[in-house]
């Protein structure tokens, strides 16, 4: 009955205010937002105008498919199969953002060609540069692709200058015994 209530809430009353629902794993959330968007779709809304967000490709997917179900069942027909697929908007928070920015990059800066490296590809990344530099092959050890990486990060996200940082926050910690010799 919960669930009935958001996916109908202010579409057929004088209810428009926002809705929050709250909800633990397995308790129908995919189901009740799927109702509610198709629920949407079939009174009207246009689909375009919706923003469908989850964290994971697999469940953008999932939702979208059961709203293209719930309102091609409801007209039984293909036509409205298709009115339900233009949920444009309907990714992960990561896909939405990129798309976003692609779209007003040029208002903002940007190329519209920017790519974006998950932290794997900015850890290979790193390890090319290692190589080019030499610093894979020497004697004596440096820095692996993953620290290098953390300490890229945190400079970045402090806005600190490199050198400073690594003053500031020595990388090589000595044990207690190599300390005592």
Same mark, same amino acid.
């Given at each position: 009955?919960?669930?009935?209530?958001?996916?109908?809430?202010?579409?057929?009353?004088? !209810? =428009?205010?926002?809705?929050?629902?709250?909800?633990?794993?397995?308790?129908?959330? #995919?189901?009740?937002?799927?109702?509610?968007?198709?629920?949407?779709?079939?009174? %009207?809304?246009?689909?375009?105008?919706?923003?469908?967000?989850?964290?994971?490709?697999?469940?953008?997917?999932?939702?979208? @498919?059961?709203?293209?179900?719930?309102?091609?069942?409801?007209?039984?027909?293909?036509?409205?199969?298709?009115?339900?697929?233009?949920?444009?908007?309907? /990714?992960?928070?990561? %896909?939405?953002?990129? @798309?976003?920015?692609?779209?007003?990059?040029?208002?903002?800066?940007?190329?519209?060609?920017?790519?974006?490296? =998950? +932290?794997?590809?900015?850890?290979?990344?790193?390890?090319?540069?290692?190589? =080019?530099?030499?610093?894979?092959? #020497?004697?004596? +050890?440096?820095? !692996?692709? /993953?620290?290098?990486?953390?300490?890229?990060?945190?400079?970045?996200?402090?806005?600190?200058?490199?050198?400073?940082?690594?003053?500031?926050?020595?990388?090589?910690?000595?044990?207690?015994?190599?300390?005592?010799?």
């Amino acid at each position: 009955m919960d669930q009935r209530r958001a996916a109908e809430h202010g579409v057929e009353t004088d !209810t =428009d205010g926002a809705l929050l629902i709250i909800a633990g794993a397995g308790s129908g959330k #995919t189901n009740t937002l799927a109702h509610r968007v198709a629920h949407l779709v079939l009174n %009207g809304t246009d689909p375009r105008r919706l923003l469908l967000m989850t964290f994971s490709r697999r469940a953008a997917a999932e939702m979208a @498919r059961r709203v293209a179900h719930i309102v091609g069942g409801a007209f039984k027909s293909n036509g409205s199969m298709a009115a339900a697929a233009a949920l444009s908007w309907a /990714g992960t928070f990561h %896909g939405i953002g990129a @798309r976003l920015l692609r779209e007003y990059a040029h208002q903002i800066g940007l190329d519209p060609s920017f790519t974006i490296h =998950d +932290r794997e590809d900015s850890a290979n990344l790193m390890n090319l540069i290692r190589h =080019d530099l030499g610093l894979s092959n #020497t004697e004596s +050890r440096f820095a !692996t692709k /993953g620290t290098c990486l953390a300490i890229y990060s945190r400079a970045v996200n402090a806005s600190e200058a490199l050198g400073r940082l690594l003053r500031a926050r020595p990388l090589v910690r000595q044990s207690p015994r190599r300390r005592a010799a």
